[in-house]
């Protein structure tokens, strides 16, 4: 989920029992690249409180960060806010905000396990959200749907995820973005199927479409990076055009997919026959489980979306 700071930032600290003096003097630094992230544990984040300590969370927090900066070759912003609060509702849970300071307000309750942490999502997702600039409201499909996607991704490249659980995720999720009786495009049907996995088809397509097009030259990665080098991220502190943020991605790949597929999905719903493109690829699911078709017709698709990786024994 993300959200514009802009000038309700004060106020949503008073809210979380925040203050800007915590915010200024953090309790902890991280440093990826030249980017320097700064972590504020509010009070109730003590260690004798929590089934995890402060450093198993910072060392989670770190990875995801080296992660997303792997996969966009570089960490999104230049400076970021955490601010860690404790949870008696969630395990993990967080928020983005944009701005010129954004920051990553994250909720992680008492109980949460070091297991929880290793197997947690919703930092990379977080963290993704901030290679992508503040879009119109309704286009908040893009947004989340980038998250959606892009986060496996990131996680199995980076050995905090197995190649197969991110297609189950896939697999499993996909179809809730596919559009029901009454539905229109992604634009003007806002609701929570449509905005996060509705968004997740459209840049599934995206990638397979770049690939074939370009003979796997370039994939989505390569959009998304052109994006945020032009400083399409969450340090804007207004809105960009969803027709220039695309046009950007599509010059760096030498193709139009990201504005084709926007303009047949963005005001009438497009069917996807998503069991035909699963087979293409040569993924499915039997009981819960993967299984992988290596004779498949686009099985180096497969391979090239979502590279086979070797799970972090640290994780």
Not at 3 to 32: E, G, R, W
Not at 114 to 137: N, Q, T
Request: glycine share 6%.
């Amino acid at each position: 989920m993300r959200l514009a700071i802009f000038s309700v930032l004060y106020c949503l600290a008073l809210l979380l029992n925040l203050n800007t003096a915590a915010m200024s003097h953090p309790d902890a630094q991280i440093k990826v690249g030249t980017s320097l992230i700064d972590i504020s544990f509010a009070p109730g984040m003590e260690d004798d409180r929590l089934s995890v300590s402060r450093n198993q969370i910072l060392d989670s927090l770190e990875k995801s960060a080296r992660a997303v900066a792997d996969y966009f070759q570089h960490f999104p912003v230049s400076h970021l806010d955490i601010v860690v609060n404790p949870s008696d509702h969630y395990k993990i849970n967080g928020t983005a905000y944009s701005g010129a300071e954004p920051m990553i307000i994250l909720h992680i309750g008492y109980q949460t396990t070091l297991s929880d942490l290793h197997k947690d999502w919703v930092i990379v997702h977080e963290m993704v959200h901030l290679a992508f600039p503040p879009m119109r409201k309704r286009h908040n499909w893009i947004e989340e749907g980038l998250a959606t996607y892009i986060e496996p991704i990131v996680r199995v490249r980076a050995g905090m995820m197995l190649e197969k659980d991110a297609w189950q995720w896939l697999l499993t999720g996909t179809p809730k973005g596919l559009p029901e009786y009454g539905d229109r495009g992604l634009d003007f049907t806002p609701t929570w199927g449509r905005r996060y996995w509705g968004g997740a088809v459209y840049f599934l397509l995206a990638d397979i479409q770049i690939r074939e097009q370009t003979n796997n030259k370039f994939g989505i990665e390569h959009a998304l990076r052109a994006i945020t080098s032009a400083g399409g991220t969450m340090q804007q502190q207004h809105t960009w055009s969803i027709i220039k943020t695309l046009n950007i991605g599509d010059s760096a790949t030498g193709t139009g997919i990201l504005t084709k597929l926007y303009n047949q999905m963005k005001d009438k719903p497009m069917k996807v026959d998503l069991d035909a493109l699963w087979k293409r690829l040569g993924v499915s699911s039997r009981k819960n489980k993967i299984h992988f078709d290596k004779q498949a017709p686009q099985s180096w698709l497969r391979r090239a979306i979502i590279p086979s990786m070797s799970l972090d024994k640290n994780n």
